[in-house]
């Protein structure tokens, strides 16, 4: 007989904790940190967003320790907890010193955001994105902001001090803002079946709530002039020092960060850059959307100085896009262009010709010469894959139509249908067929609504605005790439994209454009400075 186990008390808290955690609680609690996330992009009461956005700020954490407290990155944790402890203090006093900084200038959270979007750190978890890169950096920015605001809106309401923006003054959330958040909670719903739930566990902790909790923040600056301009400039100078070294790795054929696009470099005669990104397609996408702001910015501003400053950069980043060999990224580049030039110069029409030309010139390049363009591998071996992962995908799609094989389980079902693939796939590379496979037409419905209702939202009357215009353009680029590639609510581009839209259509509301609400800035800061004295006679 094997003898009785110790009873409950005899094992320190955590262990029992994360014993509990271990069961059936965290699908409940995916939902519930899910459902919180969602409260903070909808609800219109400052004190129950802050309450939620706290209660995200704290399961997350919980959920993901609970589901990696024995993985091999943890286990110095284990072996060393003093100086894990010592450790763990050091990074919230960074934090609260950060938050301290933001409560004090709420606007540098822009600049934050965007100068940490591109930077990512290998965490081992369980899942498909166990081995991914994460977004550290820009989690603790998200954190620090997400403190600086909810802290004194709690500390305020437990003085009985007067609420931060009531339920009547805080203005009405847009449709594609409840689909963001639908989406978000339906994922979480979806999960509770999925056959990998690991993965959709990682992907709401690592990316849906830190980035709803960025959304939530960044809807509520004031995105005028000098928020813009400073926001642009840094990624501007980001995008040139992540191009160089591409430029670097091309040089030295050597690849960072990406031991698997080591590996496929080694075997093929042309080189792959990737920068500090640890996909050559990312890296693309970010040069590609770093350019449709930049071209706005040409479009508009016609200072001398200004002209030639873009131009410049917009060279470096083309190289930086050329050395990324990311088609994809090269046809969401082409999409943003081809938006500005319709939209500032009214010419639709031409656009869509030069169009439909440049898609016949590619038709017949491929007809004369095949070969070059890998058709003698056949289509799958020409889209590098990809055919097959589509034709894959619509084959899980058929076989669960209307609710899928759950939030983040593409990549498990696949390698179980096609057990040749288990070393090659780690996604759909089309955001749509992975949705219609993990969710069924439940999750297909409501992202496809969430995609229509955001360009419909973005591109409202944005002639009269060149920086909604720029975002606009600069999202229906990367929805083009999310199309040919993965990555749709998982980059958080998009949500960055999508809460300075939200912020600028708000303010569109009362008929401001930027140059107005511009003006309005200037008038207050002359209001509120001194007056001068008066010489004496």
């Given at each position: ?15 029992i904790?994360?014993?509990?955690l ?12 899910a ?16 309450w ?12 993901l ?18 100086e ?20 004090r ?32 950096p ?50 979480a ?5 999925s ?49 160089c ?144 992962l ?85 999202f ?62």
């Amino acid at each position: 007989m094997w003898p009785p186990p110790p009873p409950l008390g005899a094992y320190p808290l955590p262990v029992i904790t994360f014993a509990v955690l271990s069961g059936p609680l965290p699908k409940l609690g995916v939902i519930a940190v899910a459902l919180l996330a969602a409260v903070v992009m909808l609800a219109r009461d400052d004190g129950t967003r802050a309450w939620a956005m706290l209660g995200a700020l704290i399961l997350s954490p919980v959920l993901l320790l609970a589901q990696i407290w024995h993985s091999p990155q943890l286990g110095v944790i284990h072996r060393h907890p003093l100086e894990a402890v010592v450790a763990a203090a050091f990074a919230l006093a960074a934090l609260a010193g950060v938050a301290v900084l933001l409560f004090r200038r709420p606007r540098l959270l822009a600049p934050l955001a965007v100068a940490v979007v591109p930077f990512r750190i290998p965490i081992q978890a369980g899942g498909a994105t166990g081995s991914s890169n994460l977004l550290v950096p820009l989690y603790f920015v998200v954190a620090a902001a997400a403190l600086a605001w909810l802290v004194p809106v709690l500390w305020e309401r437990r003085d009985g001090g007067a609420p931060g923006a009531s339920e009547a003054s805080a203005p009405e959330r847009f449709p594609f803002e409840r689909l963001l958040a639908a989406s978000v909670v339906l994922y979480a719903l979806q999960a509770i079946y999925s056959t990998d739930f690991q993965t959709a566990l990682d992907n709401t902790v690592f990316f849906y709530v830190p980035f709803a909790l960025l959304f939530a923040r960044l809807r509520e600056l004031e995105w005028d002039r000098e928020l813009v301009t400073w926001s642009l400039a840094v990624t501007a100078v980001l995008a040139v020092a992540v191009a160089c070294i591409g430029f670097y790795e091309e040089a030295t054929k050597t690849t960072l960060f990406s031991s698997k696009l080591a590996q496929v470099n080694d075997i093929h005669s042309y080189f792959t850059a990737n920068s500090v990104f640890y996909d050559s397609n990312i890296f693309g996408r970010y040069m590609a959307i770093v350019m449709v702001l930049l071209v706005a910015l040409l479009l508009y501003d016609r200072r001398p100085r200004m002209q030639i400053a873009v131009t410049v950069t917009l060279a470096v980043v083309w190289g930086g896009l050329v050395l990324a060999l990311s088609r994809s990224s090269l046809a969401a580049l082409l999409v943003g262009m081809g938006t500005l030039a319709a939209v500032r110069w009214r010419a639709t029409k031409p656009v869509l010709g030069v169009a439909a030309a440049v898609v016949v010139i590619g038709v017949i390049a491929v007809a004369v010469s095949p070969n070059t363009f890998g058709l003698n591998q056949g289509l799958n071996g020409a889209s590098s894959g990809r055919a097959n992962l589509v034709t894959g995908g619509v084959s899980l799609f058929g076989s669960r139509p209307v609710w899928g094989y759950g939030s983040g389980s593409f990549v498990k079902e696949y390698q179980s249908r096609y057990p040749g693939s288990v070393n090659t796939v780690s996604a759909s590379h089309t955001i749509p067929i992975t949705v219609a496979a993990e969710q069924g037409l439940i999750g297909l419905v409501v992202y496809l609504a969430l995609v229509i209702s955001a360009l419909l939202a973005l591109f409202r009357e944005v002639r009269a605005d060149p920086i909604r215009l720029a975002v606009a353009a600069a999202f229906l680029a990367l929805i083009v790439h999310t199309m040919l590639y993965a990555d749709f609510l998982e980059d958080p581009i998009t949500w960055t994209l999508l809460g300075i839209g939200s912020a600028l259509l708000t303010a569109s509301r009362t008929g401001r454009t930027a140059a107005q609400r511009e003006a309005e800035r200037a008038r207050r800061a002359a209001r509120a400075a001194p007056a001068p004295v008066a010489r004496a006679q």
